[in-house]
């Protein structure tokens, strides 16, 4: 074996099946490696975006370690914005990077760069191999980072000498400990439940908390007491839908976020961190709750909670009560021009059952979380980190994690051209994914931005930066010139019958929605 | 004024006419602050990898600093492989890059990073403004260090709160210093260019040498003593062509570069780094040249050249020396199949009167710049940092540094993939860009490393991470979603007849040449 062998058969030996890979030359021995670790399912990106994005996407989907397989600096640094958001959505993700030779550095060829200092910001564990006698303890310490409290991201650097020279040393199996139980006293969350349960919220946030076990809990707490169920505006998988507890999620926008946590007097965090503004805004809060709200954190994020909210149903005496479920609504088919309310209508009545919905629609994205509560059930993903360009490689991933289900990507113009390579991919592996485009022609949501500065209209200057109708995009072609069948709408009543048609079909679709 | 404005001001004042954006909401006030500032040119980006190559090629083209507007970390991340190739380029980029208010960071709001640490390997010199009273100094130092050393990379970190604030402080206009002059003994190189001329080679690299003044001089030197001339694979901007000194590449392989300088005894450094291996193989020396060959370094990468060329010309006595110059060769229209060789003479034929030439054609380059050494002159841009994904949002900042001039933008269809948004720029600023893609279905560059690690051949699981044909790429569709005119030819003589007609028409055109 050699040291590449070493390192994908001590990943697979460790749980790794997949990995997300836009190789070069520095990578060329882990790529041959492959051929005999079989265990491990090559993914191929045309760009690094693509790869990380996805592998965000396959940990949402799956809890799953995904890896990446990139090539030095630059390759990990165009990957870095999905690395991003997969840190903040608790993904566990080893990002496999090639360096040059061990030697070759010093003498800084030009794709030289100091790739560990590349990766810490964005990274919960950097594990730099240095010698031959550690590649595989290095690769399994990589490996059990990845599945730390929960799930993080963990990049790993291989020196190609280090891949291509006969190994020194056997694979081993990585250690993988189960994140802690949450065990947060639970007395001051019963007594602000027994108190004042409807100024009460209890605040469910990552992997630990977002499973259908934990929102059920949750349901019958709030039947109980009649406290609320909230989620942070941005989450890596929320299970919702028909049959599920409905949980409420913060406004995008800081003020409205304030209004949504005004009469909250008691913040129960179970997973989630205190909720803060996405952005800072001249004189408006950045902290979302009351100055005088009392926050009571009960489970750290990624931190198992089915034993303690457990033991909080049993505190409220809600063993016995059945969670509210949000009641069906049949929209009816929407008709018209597409507007927020037409497209959420439509597409709420044709999520698939056990769909996952990766949502990157932004501006178009309004109405969807409320109109989509009593469709069937489905998993919500959104843009954890805010780094946009995530929704079509994340919609990959989870494709490929959850196998069974349908993916929806919902995305729009502006934000699926971060990542349009990703539409080869889909094709490439055949994917289940419908892929829907908003195509207002612009960057609506930062043509509200200006407006919210205090500038009264948006300057025709201004507009060159956030308009994007001069050429306006075609994503019909696009998605063509990359082997995925599209089609455009431009009605509310088309969408419906594309959505339909594209429910019941199997592989890649673009759905272009012109507004 | 309030910050934003005195920032673009002071960078105004200061040289800068053209700022490549892809903005989002903490650089609102940095995008209105342009209403004002109307000597900076704004040129929107779908993705920040285009701005950031678009910074390099513009500095490229024309030697003056260019900006870019980036939205936090994420976006600098996106950005960052293309500003790795300018920094080892050594172009004039200040990317600005804005960051959450001051107070808002320490809550650590989903788009929060460290923007600095992100920003620190791939640059000279980082500039976080902290407080309203050094905002127009820091814009202006981060100005001089774009300048400084004959072109460098800075960043520009902009919290939200110093640019919407009211300025405290008046705009400033920075103080650019000139690169010191080369300042070498030139004793040693007169010795060795006397004593044993066909031994030496003068290696030219680097803004202070690759000149067409430079050039000129390295040219009669040769002429008088029989010298080779030589340039590093990859460069900023190398002046060639009809009626100057032709100057030879160094050859990617490592081989074959050992070979390139296997005669030489004295390697005479103007503004080039010691040649070595691109990467290092098993077995294969990572320095290039032999290990008694004599380094003299006369120049400094990015010092000015000129008075120290001319003493060398006087020390030889070549002052009344004529530079060989290129014999113009007619190829005569190709035909048959498009191969590397007959690409590079369609190419050699067809390049426009001072053209600027993008390549990263990378296996398809092979015979490219022997056979355009007698084209009609032109500069010749390639990936100096081996960062793919350049190629076309160099071209951009090009054909807006150097109006006047065609740019040809030379493309694998892997290469062109990774940064595919920047056709969509070309055809809203109008850009004089021909995009020829060869379309060859692979990572041909790829396929030919796995087979130098000693594999006998491609497995089939190898192909899947280094071929592209299934789906294969339709790029007059993908151009056609952008907003680019496009053609396909399948044939040496439609591929010459495309360049033909593209070469006398404006505006964005592409080719897809099939191979």
């Not at 030779?101 to 003498?107: M, P």
């Not at 196998?403 to 889909?426: F, H």
Request: net charge negative.
């Amino acid at each position: 074996m050699n040291g590449a062998e070493v390192i994908f058969e001590t990943l697979a030996r460790s749980g790794l099946e997949v990995v997300f890979t836009n190789p070069g030359t520095s990578e060329m021995q882990l790529v041959a490696a492959l051929d005999t670790v079989t265990a491990v399912r090559p993914v191929l990106g045309l760009f690094e975006g693509v790869c990380t994005g996805a592998a965000d996407g396959y940990s949402r989907a799956c809890g799953k370690t995904a890896a990446t397989l990139l090539h030095l600096g630059p390759g990990l640094a165009n990957g870095l914005a999905n690395v991003h958001n997969a840190k903040k959505a608790g993904s566990a993700v080893v990002n496999i990077i090639g360096d040059h030779a061990t030697y070759h550095l010093e003498l800084d060829a030009p794709l030289t760069s100091d790739i560990a200092a590349v990766a810490r910001p964005m990274s919960h564990h950097v594990e730099s191999l240095v010698g031959p006698e550690d590649i595989a303890t290095g690769s399994a310490a990589a490996m059990a980072a990845s599945q730390a409290n929960g799930g993080q991201v963990s990049t790993l650097i291989v020196p190609a000498d280090l891949a291509w020279s006969t190994a020194q040393v056997d694979p081993v199996t990585a250690t993988l400990t189960a994140p802690s139980q949450a065990d947060g006293d639970i007395g001051p969350a019963v007594e602000a439940l027994r108190d004042h349960p409807e100024r009460t919220m209890l605040f469910l946030g990552g992997r630990g908390a977002l499973r259908d076990d934990v929102i059920a809990l949750a349901g019958k707490i709030q039947a109980q007491t009649g406290c609320r169920l909230g989620v942070p505006t941005f989450n890596g998988n929320v299970p919702r839908g028909q049959g599920r507890a409905a949980l409420e999620g913060t406004p995008y926008f800081a003020e409205l976020a304030v209004n949504f946590f005004d009469s909250i007097d008691t913040l129960v965090l179970i997973g989630a961190k205190p909720p803060v503004a996405f952005f800072a805004y001249p004189d408006k809060p950045s902290i979302l709750t009351r100055p005088d709200c009392h926050l009571v954190t009960l489970a750290a994020p990624g931190a198992p909670c089915v034993d303690m909210m457990t033991a909080l149903v049993d505190g409220v005496g809600a063993d016995q009560a059945a969670p509210r479920t949000p009641v069906p609504h049949d929209f009816g088919k929407p008709s018209g021009p597409i507007t927020t309310e037409t497209f959420a209508a439509a597409i709420a009545r044709h999520i698939p059952e056990n769909a996952l919905i990766s949502d990157e629609a932004i501006s178009f994205s309004m109405n969807l979380p409320q109109m989509t509560l009593a469709s069937a059930p489905h998993g919500w993903m959104s843009c954890t980190g805010g780094a946009i360009g995530q929704g079509l490689p994340v919609a990959i991933g989870a494709a490929i994690g959850a196998p069974g289900s349908k993916v929806m990507a919902i995305t729009g113009d502006g934000s699926a051209m971060y990542t349009i390579q990703s539409l080869w991919t889909m094709a490439r592996e055949n994917l289940d994914v419908i892929v829907v485009v908003v195509n207002n022609a612009a960057y609506n949501i930062l043509q509200f931005e200006m407006l919210r500065t205090g500038a009264n209209s948006i300057s025709e200057r201004a507009q060159t930066m956030l308009g994007l109708g001069d050429p306006r995009l075609d994503f019909c072609a696009m998605a063509t010139g990359m082997g995925v069948p599209a089609v455009r709408v431009d009605t509310a009543e088309a969408l419906d019958d594309a959505l339909a048609r594209a429910a019941k079909e199997p592989g890649p679709q673009l759905i272009e929605a012109m507004v």
